[in-house]
């Protein structure tokens, strides 16, 4: 996700972060770039766009070695600078991009950035536009400044089927659907006058590839404003007649006019003769016409060194087939095409069943399972809420059935809403079941501190492996009705999937929920299928059932776990692979202590997963 980039390279305790697209080539004169962008104490964000070049013939045998020929023979930088201003190709709105910004406190923009799919398009333009339009930093393109190329001849590693190829063009468009979608209802980029435009200023280098001098260009002045990088700094408060200016101005107006207009210039490189000359001017006219350069030499340099084809201003007509606002997103992918794309090499999916409820703890277990590398997840959506949400999300999503209303704080253990919808979940598990994969199911309240796949897969194809919802320390952990149907790991063969089915008719005819009628089934009315004091062998079926270890598979109740003061450092010490959140009523509550307890990884102020790269105490970074 393009906002998670953004976050990770906020975080940086460097001086400046920089964001680049995997695969650009970045020449070494950028550092001339950050150099000059490093003299202002202003807070700025630099945007660059790169050029396309369809044939790029110079490779580098080493990161840093020189730039060679096809025959390997050395060519100077100069010449390969020469090749790409010839051949090199602005493509308006298209271009690979790269930002670079000072860090420090100080936001990008106002507001959220929303989850955008990385490279399926919006993300780059609506970043450009929220910054220009919150007038939190100076910001201005570079693309002229330095090199940027993108050679578009770079061979495919991999080759893919054609299959592949049409999964890979189904699924970038839907991102850029969904990207569209996003920037439709964040910020302002949607919303802006059809005929605004909103380019930055320019920077651009006068003098030759290996110039250090740089010249600001205002699209709308029409003028040139060059500061040597060896320039001081003025002293704070001199510029308070630039204030009054600004009303004059629309209230859309460039991060450059704005900067120029309503700041102070205490942040701006001057040369400190400047400010005794011409002393019979306002200070604001003595200082703008000091750095104003000569016709003469402003068209020479502009002739010589700036080109107008970097185009980043893109206007919302050009979004392809933007969706309506009220339009509803739907995934291109079907439930066999999803489960061929995420499921890992032993043909295992880890699946939840979820409604719009429990949003913020679903985002909670995605992201603790993709601290734990698990990238075979699948979610089945019980309600068209929680279907976009995970669309939007970026998420393997599929639709349990027709959407449910469901209640919002009234759908826990016990209630009817809980009843209708554990019953999806049994009858999802066995469509997937008999689509030939094997079944990891976790409710979204159930805490993972490891992968347990290898361990529950170890017991074998003939057995399904269940949490045990007995909390009694002096009870056998498969007494009746203590199956949990929250958390299991199913195998996808005869026995098990027959099992399903019975499971599922059962369910059906039942006034309660599923919970029941998977260990009436599995284990007999009563407990007359059970094995000693851990399994249940059902005899049609010759299917066992093996009640996971409480010590490493606890549920909500057992030992009072959640209310220790660190959780954590507990089930640590007890050896947890997970840790159930049930046995407790109500969403808020469940919600509260889970929260309360540290074991919660996700921001939902900055749409993004906690790592741990975070500021201590504080996660929302935008």
Request: aromatic share 14%.
């Amino acid at each position: 996700m393009f906002h998670t980039m953004v976050g990770r390279a906020r975080a940086s305790t460097s001086d400046i972060a920089v964001l680049i697209e995997p695969d650009l080539i970045l020449f070494p004169d950028f550092i001339d770039v950050l150099g000059y962008s490093h003299l202002m104490q202003d807070d700025w964000l630099l945007v660059a766009m790169s050029r396309n070049v369809p044939s790029f013939p110079f490779h580098q045998q080493l990161p840093e070695g020189p730039w060679l020929i096809k025959s390997n023979n050395v060519v100077e930088t100069e010449e390969v600078h020469a090749y790409v201003s010839q051949h090199g190709q602005w493509t308006a709105c298209k271009g690979g991009q790269l930002w670079a910004w000072n860090t420090g406190k100080v936001p990008l923009h106002a507001g959220v950035m929303p989850p955008f799919v990385y490279g399926q398009g919006q993300h780059n333009e609506w970043l450009l536009n929220e910054a220009l339009t919150s007038g939190y930093r100076f910001v201005f393109d570079a693309s002229e400044a330095f090199s940027l190329i993108y050679p578009q001849d770079i061979p495919k590693t991999v080759q893919v089927t054609q299959t592949e190829e049409v999964d890979k063009y189904e699924y970038q468009e839907w991102g850029f659907a969904v990207n569209a979608h996003l920037a439709r209802h964040y910020g302002s980029y949607f919303f802006r006058p059809a005929n605004f435009s909103n380019l930055p200023v320019k920077l651009f280098k006068c003098g030759g590839p290996k110039s250090k001098k740089f010249c600001f260009w205002d699209h709308f002045k029409h003028l040139s404003y060059c500061f040597p990088p060896e320039l001081l700094l003025i002293a704070e408060g001199q510029g308070a007649g630039f204030a009054g200016m600004q009303a004059a101005e629309d209230s859309y107006i460039t991060s450059f006019r704005r900067y120029v207009l309503g700041k102070t210039w205490k942040y701006f490189p001057i040369q400190p003769h400047l400010l005794g000359a011409r002393r019979n001017l306002p200070f604001w006219k003595n200082f703008v016409s000091g750095f104003r350069m000569s016709s003469n030499r402003r068209s020479t340099c502009l002739q010589d060194n700036f080109t107008v084809g970097a185009e980043l201003d893109c206007p919302v007509s050009r979004v392809k087939e933007p969706l309506p606002l009220n339009s509803h997103l739907a995934s291109p992918f079907s439930l066999e095409s999803l489960l061929s794309r995420v499921a890992n090499s032993d043909k295992v999916v880890v699946l939840a069943v979820v409604g719009n409820s429990y949003r913020d703890m679903l985002m909670s277990w995605v992201c603790r399972l993709k601290w734990l590398k698990l990238s075979n997840l699948i979610l089945s959506a019980v309600d068209d809420d929680i279907y976009e949400f995970a669309i939007l999300q970026g998420l393997p999503v599929f639709k349990s059935g027709p959407s449910m209303n469901l209640s919002f704080n009234d759908c826990h253990f016990g209630t009817e809403c809980f009843q209708t919808v554990t019953k999806v979940k049994s009858r999802t598990v066995l469509q997937i079941l008999q689509l030939g994969y094997h079944v990891l199911l976790s409710d979204v309240d159930v805490y993972w501190f490891k992968d347990p796949t290898r361990e529950l897969m170890s017991f074998g194809p003939g057995t399904l492996v269940a949490q045990t919802d007995e909390y009694n320390l002096t009870e056998a952990l498969n007494v009746p009705r203590r199956l949990n149907s929250g958390f299991y790991f199913a195998w996808s063969n005869n026995a098990t999937i027959a099992a399903f089915e019975r499971i599922v008719k059962h369910a059906a005819t039942s006034h309660m929920s599923e919970q029941p009628s998977f260990y009436d089934v599995l284990c007999g009315v009563g407990g007359k299928y059970r094995v000693g004091t851990t399994l249940c062998v059902e005899p049609l079926t010759n299917l066992t059932v093996h009640f996971l270890d409480r010590e490493k598979y606890p549920n909500g109740a057992y030992k009072t776990l959640w209310e220790n003061e660190n959780v954590a450092e507990v089930c640590k010490q007890q050896g947890c692979v997970i840790l159930h959140n049930n046995w407790i009523s109500g969403r808020k509550k469940k919600l509260a202590r889970q929260i309360a307890s540290g074991l919660w990884d996700y921001d939902d102020r900055g749409r993004m997963c906690v790592k741990s790269w975070h500021s201590s105490g504080q996660i929302h970074l935008f």
